[in-house]
């Protein structure tokens, strides 16, 4: 079970810090990922990460603003986001799939979700 948290209304240039808690077994075999949709649009891939050994990977836009850590402790999955701009509203979902090499980037090959937690950011 994934259970989203974190999300809100801010404005642009703000930060956020989304929160993905994540129940079950074996989480270490796990890939993790972020997927973002907008009204009218697909669901789109965020970023990664490999809970194995925490290899993160980004969608291009997202590189250098937004960051993808796991608290092993806490069985929690963070997307931090920076320099927040309006384009970036949406619903963000928090996904989970059996490792088998590179982190997918295809929401198609994910198994699990979450409920999705909206962010909306004003300019």
């Known amino acids: 079970q994934l259970v989203e948290s974190g999300g809100g209304l801010v404005q642009a240039g703000d930060s956020l810090r989304l929160s993905c808690v994540v129940s079950?077994?074996?989480?270490?075999?796990?890939?993790m990922a972020w997927f973002r949709q907008a009204p009218g649009e697909e669901r789109n891939f965020v970023g990664g990460?490999?809970?194995?050994?925490?290899?993160?990977i980004y969608a291009d836009s997202m590189k250098g603003r937004f960051t993808i850590s796991i608290d092993n402790a806490k069985n929690t999955v963070y997307l931090q986001m920076n320099s927040l701009k309006p384009e970036d509203t949406a619903v963000y979902y928090c996904a989970a799939h059996w490792s088998s090499g590179a982190i997918p980037r295809f929401k198609t090959t994910y198994d699990y979700w979450g409920q999705g937690t909206q962010v909306t950011v004003s300019s």
């Open positions: 990460i490999r809970w194995s050994d925490i290899t993160a």
């Open positions: 079950g077994r074996f989480l270490s075999s796990y890939d």
